[in-house]
Structure formats: C-alpha cells, structure tokens
C-alpha cells in the first residue's frame, strides 16, 4: 500500500492543487517532490511561500489547543491558560524554533586585503536552542576559533552571532548543532582553520529524568589547521579558558 507522501505526490500537480491543503501538508509536498529532508533541525525555508508562515502558526494554534484539552486543561474557564495555544505557536515558528522557517541571515564577505593569517577568537556567543528529543531548552555558549589566509572571507564580529543564532534555533542535539555552525562558517569565510567550543545546559536533565541540576555538556569541531597542528589548537583552547575564567 503506498505510503501517504507518495500518494500526495502523484494526485497533486499544481500551486492551484495544493491551496486545498493545509498549509503544512502543502510545505511537505513540496519538500518531499525535491528529494528533500526535513528533519527538526534543517531548515526549510526554500519551502515556504509568502504568508504560509502567519496560516502555519494558526494551523499549529489549533493543534496546540487540541493538545491542552487531551492534557485536561479548561482553556476556557482558566484565565491563565487562555490563549495559551496561540503563544506557543507564535513562540515556536517565530523565536525558538524560527531557524528552521527563515532564510539565512545576509552575511556580508571582505576580501582578505592585509592577507591576515593571525588567530582570531570570536565569544562567548549565547545560545538558546531546543533539543529534538523532549523540545526542553538548551542555554549555553560558544567560542569560535578561526585562522584565514589570503584567499579567505572577513565578516563582521555581529555575523558569528547572527549565524550562530540561525542555527542554534531550531530542535536538535548539541553534537550535530556544532558541525552545522561549523558548515556554515567554512562555507563563509573559507579560512586555513576553524574550531568552535560549545557548552551548554540541558533541560532536560534538569527538568526531567535524572534532574541532575550540575550537569552541562561541552564538545568541539576543530578542522584544518586545528586539527592537523597540536600547539595552534593548545592556544586556541588556552586563550578560551582564559576568557572563560575572567
């Protein structure tokens, strides 16, 4: 029996066709008719037409409030809870999980004109994310090492930050999170070398399960010259200890 995606895919032919849908169902076929993946924490902005994002919140608007009557909660006669659904839907598409529905920011590149090759260290940047597995907060930070050449791409100091933040907002894991900013930052700036630490806190562990209130997670991507010279990647990890201790 053909699965709902493949069936979608051979009825419907036309934008016309696909108005009759909702506007979830509509992004979804498009993504699936171009081969492409959309897991919690790619973003799917190529998808998304104008104004499907304001019909998205609504449709997640209704579903939320379907949710908070399956948790037994009286919207209605609760003055705390009315109009709940309406936040958290505003709150995913728009804020925290808004890395996934908009394109990325316009970063502008310099050439490289005094041929800088020194290391740079951008941070602590804060990170606010969500992780895929229970959507509780992620809150952290992260230190970008870079090392450009000649033939490398100068962005502004704001831009690490706007980059970092189009990544990290979105549901996801930490490990993967790191090689995303790390793709991004290669495909920019083209340097000999980049590292980038994060750490951060985990909801939920806090939260829920253990409630470990100590824990936090810290891992790193380290290519080029980071990976292949051991004492520019001793420096890098010095100077951000430094700056983390001060």
């Not at 705390?80 to 970063?107: C, L, Q, W």
């Not at 290391?119 to 990170?127: A, D, E, F, K, R």
């Amino acid at each position: 029996m053909p699965d709902k995606n493949t069936t979608m895919t051979r009825l419907l032919r036309s934008e016309d066709d696909l108005a009759e849908l909702p506007v979830s169902e509509r992004i979804r076929y498009r993504l699936v008719g171009a081969d492409c993946r959309y897991h919690a924490n790619d973003n799917i902005a190529d998808f998304v037409r104008p104004g499907e994002l304001e019909q998205l919140k609504e449709e997640v608007r209704v579903k939320m409030q379907d949710v908070l009557r399956a948790l037994v909660i009286d919207t209605d006669g609760d003055h705390n809870s009315h109009g709940t659904a309406e936040r958290v839907a505003r709150m995913f598409i728009d804020e925290v999980f808004r890395g996934r529905y908009v394109s990325a920011p316009k970063v502008t590149e310099f050439p490289n004109a005094s041929r800088l090759n020194e290391l740079m260290i951008v941070g602590p940047i804060s990170v606010r994310s969500a992780c895929s597995h229970h959507l509780c907060p992620i809150l952290g930070r992260v230190w970008i090492g870079i090392l450009p050449n000649e033939h490398s791409n100068l962005i502004g100091l704001s831009k690490y930050a706007r980059l970092t933040d189009w990544v990290m907002t979105r549901p996801q894991i930490q490990e993967e999170a790191v090689v995303m900013l790390a793709d991004a930052l290669q495909e920019r700036v083209k340097p000999d070398g980049l590292a980038i630490v994060m750490e951060a806190d985990h909801f939920c562990m806090h939260w829920r399960g253990v409630k470990d209130d100590d824990s936090a997670m810290t891992n790193s991507v380290m290519r080029g010259a980071f990976l292949k010279n051991p004492h520019l990647r001793r420096e890098f990890l010095s100077l951000l200890s430094k700056k983390s201790a001060s």
